[in-house]
């Protein structure tokens, strides 16, 4: 069953922050992060484990609420490279197979 | 190191036809993915492979989908015949084990008219 994703697009001014949810129904085992930009292959970002820690790398981070069944990923003080659609995939537990959400499209104006 | 590879880039076909897409994955990784991702939308899996044994091909349109990986290295997907609701990209994707980070091939852009 595919993850929900929200907001579907987001219009930022560069520095301002974002955050982007992603959402299941199922028990989950995993939630990846892609970023994808135009006419170009999606980017992994980050993996978040059932029992892991958040994880982060720069100003770019991601939490992993189990309980709720939803992860979060924030983009702090966003810069014009990150504009692009952001996916999340999810493995529910016992299912072997990671289900991409329909994505959320970032917009970073100068 | 050198990324995954994909062949064509670009195909356009008129429906009824055969078309066939070339995957070289990362030197190393075992598993190999084929997704499909219609405009807008995130990629769908097709099919997984486990060095050369297809594991999950339950999304595979059977009737006029196959896939291969001969030698547990290079795959190649192919349509036949190709239907209008056939255009799409499809990607392939590889990682050294199943559940590890996914590094996805540059995609093949399908248009069947």
């Known amino acids: 069953q595919q993850p929900v994703q929200s907001p579907q697009a987001v219009i930022l001014r560069e520095g301002e922050d974002a955050v982007i949810n992603c959402s299941s129904s199922k028990a989950l085992y995993s939630v990846h992060w892609y970023r994808q930009k135009h006419g170009e292959a999606p980017v992994f970002l980050m993996i978040l484990l059932k029992g892991g820690e958040q994880k982060g790398h720069d100003k770019i981070s991601a939490s992993f609420n189990e309980k709720k069944q939803q992860s979060s990923l924030y983009l702090t003080a966003s810069q014009l490279s990150y504009s692009g659609t952001y996916f999340c995939?999810?493995?529910?537990?016992?299912?072997?197979?990671?289900?991409f959400g329909q994505g959320t499209r970032l917009t970073i104006n100068p | 190191e050198a990324g995954v590879v994909q062949s064509p880039r670009y195909k356009i076909i008129e429906k009824k036809q055969p078309v066939a897409f070339w995957c070289n994955p990362i030197s190393g990784h075992n598993t190999l993915y084929w997704y499909l991702q219609n405009l807008g939308q995130g990629p769908e899996l097709l099919i997984r492979y486990e060095n050369e044994e297809a594991v999950d091909d339950s999304q595979l349109p059977k009737d006029r989908f196959s896939a291969e990986r001969l030698k547990g290295v290079d795959s190649t997907l192919k349509i036949q015949p190709a239907e209008l609701g056939d255009s799409a990209v499809y990607l392939c994707a590889s990682s050294p084990i199943y559940r590890d980070t996914l590094s996805f091939g540059p995609g093949t852009r399908l248009t069947v008219l």
């Open positions: 995939g999810t493995e529910k537990q016992g299912a072997q197979k990671l289900v």
